[in-house]
């Protein structure tokens, strides 16, 4: 518990225990704060759909609710993932901690500190990004204020929601506490949303510099046992034994590593496929309503930051993907680099193993299916603008 306290993991520690999603909580303020976040999130979703069934017969109208529903669809994704799979979450973080307190040397554990602190870099730059966002976007309902004051016209301009929800009430009439429940749920919405991406992005790193090392061992210790083994005040036979009893240290790190992309792939994997599937269909919509809505500057505004937050989003789960298959190519890479023809015959039985599995790199899958890869992220935008483009033609 107490390795978690290190600043490198603060805002992602922080950001789970806000609602919950900390496996090292208590059962009870766990139990408390999933009640807090699902209620506040349910509170300004339902309204949501329910203004969604009262228009559904316009299509125009259909399309403007569709980037908030689909922010909140992606917030209780992301939040009853993280509830459901907590005991998965809680493996990672246990393996992640055990890693570190293993047997390492010490240039090992620097790449394992340095790729850590990179990662907080990113991160806080990646959180910080979003909640400027969630400000931009905040503040244009209180521009229009604003507005009225600076430059005020004949009449008042009208109202601008954070949300297009029906509440069942004259919203004219409530549009204070309308506004107080609207600036009180985006926070926590982008919380939930941040602080999955925190643990997904925070886990494949942790694979990305386990594979890292995995390489380098196998590339650099396995080769000094190798020159060492070729002294001939040694038994034959012990020296390469030596050089087997190595290899076998790298067979079961790596067999660590790959059960450990297993549990984070099944924690993340159909969560994965919901948000990547909302996400492709509401950067779409959200592109269309920016053009739609040039003239207008307030909404072209909210609708151009909203795409660009859901452009990085999504960047950001494929760039992950693409990492861990860069370091598990690599890692064959250094595997087949070795100087494995010097082994005995025993040795090299073994070492064939290693080439074989690695030759397989390791991805993520969402939902089975899609795979988390630059590649793919690619194959969404053009998907994505290929039904802009449609939908624009015939509007």
Known sequence: MKFFNHPDWRIGKLMLCSFGGWPY???HSRRILNFISIFTVQSIFIPEIFRLTRIWNSMEMIVECVPMISLHIVAN???????????KVKVLLEDIERYYQSDLCKSELRILYKDRHSHKKV???????????????????VLSKVLDLIAPLNESRPKVYLYPAEYFVDQDKYSTYIYIHGYMALPIT???CTAYDFLYSACGHHVCSMFKIAGSRLKNFIDNKIAWSKNESLDRNYRQDEVYKSLVECVKMHKFILNYVDCYQETFSDSLFLVIGVNMLALCIT???SLITMNQFHDAVSYIVFAFGQLTHLFLLNYQGQNIINHSENFYNDAYQTNWHEFSRKSRKLYILIIMRSSEFSVIRAGKIYVMSSDSFSNVLKTAMSYLMVLNSLR
């Open 123 to 141: 991160i806080s730059v990646y959180v910080f990004y979003i909640y400027s966002i969630a400000v931009v976007f905040a503040s244009i309902p």
């Open 77 to 87: 994704i992301k939040m009853f993932n993280c509830i459901i799979n907590l005991n």
């Open 25 to 27: 909580q208590s059962q």
């Open 287 to 289: 592109s269309l309503q």
């Open 190 to 192: 982008m919380t939930l």
